[in-house]
């Protein structure tokens, strides 16, 4: 048979009891004050900073006017969602770690496995980065000292928008090696072909030969001073005409080394501007003191309750038994 216990006995529990739920809750409350004042507190240092559209550092929008066409400054959903994968990412947290000795900071040593592990784990529990309603981006780290949290945080900034941006510089990068190698084996060509040029006129003693794709500069008079005069003239021609088209793939490849170099510097463009640098925080971050003391009231308040209504229960369902 299944005791009674409606709200009317629910209340006369409590009201008989209400002194041992109300010392449980005050225990509660001081137990609250205690861990507070005791307990070590953490600081959470914040840093945001928006994205820059990176289609501004293509040498297509920089050094040409042709079907121009306008280009938002702020980057795209998708470039966010790049720049917070890459904030993300265990090569982003290793160079932070290196770079700030949270290793040291954190008493762990970097050469062991599990120490390693946990300090893995620990940089992902104090770190978050999120999107905000402006399309900004902001990061946050968490730590026992406020000078600590804030250094880490403009850390990740920077180390972030550095490795966003060596994204971009070592395609350029690649580009200009491959148009540095074309340009020098084009030197060589020219070189060569100079010195052959010099050596057929002052056999043929042709000076004034001009080849047909230098079409600005008349033919000097040549007069015929060789019997293979007619063999000297095409084959100057040739040389020429050779020597003409390397060196406006020189002028060329010299015109897009430009363009691939300018805005791979630091200082010539940022792929990431800082809203918000990281100061070192002055308040803890969770509860404050108050809603601790509220939060621990409420818990005790509640267990008592409970555990007063179960023993409550508990013999009711016992003395119907019997």
């Given at each position: ?12 529990t ?29 600081y ?20 040409r ?6 280009i938002?400054y ?58 905000t ?10 730590d026992?000292?406020?000078?600590v ?10 180390v ?28 060589s ?26 079409q600005s ?28 088209q ?8 010299a015109?897009l ?28 971050t ?5 809603l601790?003391?509220i939060?621990c ?9 409970l ?16």
């Open positions: 048979m299944t005791p009674r216990f409606d709200l009317v006995d629910i209340a006369k409590i009201q008989i009891r209400r002194k041992l739920i109300i010392g449980i809750t005050v225990a509660a409350a001081i137990l609250g004050v205690v861990g507070y004042l005791v307990q070590k507190k953490k959470k240092a914040i840093a945001e900073f928006l994205v820059t559209n990176p289609e501004f550092a293509d040498r297509s929008n920089i050094f006017n042709v079907d121009t066409r306008s938002d702020f980057a795209s959903e998708e470039d966010i969602d790049r720049v917070m994968a890459i904030a993300k990412s265990d090569m982003v947290r290793n160079q932070v770690i290196r770079n700030t000795d949270l290793y040291k900071i954190y008493e762990l040593d970097p050469n062991n496995v599990d120490d390693q592990e946990k300090m893995g784990g620990k940089y992902k529990k104090n770190f978050e980065i999120q999107r309603e402006n399309k900004n981006l902001e990061v946050s780290y968490i026992h000292s406020p000078k949290s804030a250094d880490v945080t403009n850390e990740i900034v920077r972030v928008e550095e490795t966003y941006r060596n994204y971009f510089n070592t395609i350029k990068g690649k580009m200009i090696f491959s148009l540095q190698n074309k340009a020098h084996e084009v030197d060509n020219i070189a060569l072909l100079t010195d052959s040029l010099a050596h057929m006129r002052d056999r043929y003693k042709i000076y004034g030969i001009v080849s047909p794709n230098r500069i008349v033919s000097g008079d040549v007069k015929p001073t060789a019997a293979d005069f007619g063999r000297g003239i095409e084959q100057i021609q040739n040389v020429e005409a050779m020597k003409d390397f060196v406006m793939d020189r002028a060329k490849y015109s080394l430009n363009e691939f170099e300018t805005g791979t510097r630091a200082d010539e463009l940022s792929y990431v501007k800082v809203v918000s640098s990281a100061t070192p925080p002055v308040k803890p969770g509860l404050g003191f108050i601790s003391v939060a009231t409420f818990v005790g308040f509640f267990v008592a309750v555990a007063v209504l179960f023993s409550a229960y508990y013999r009711a369902l016992i003395s119907v038994e019997r």
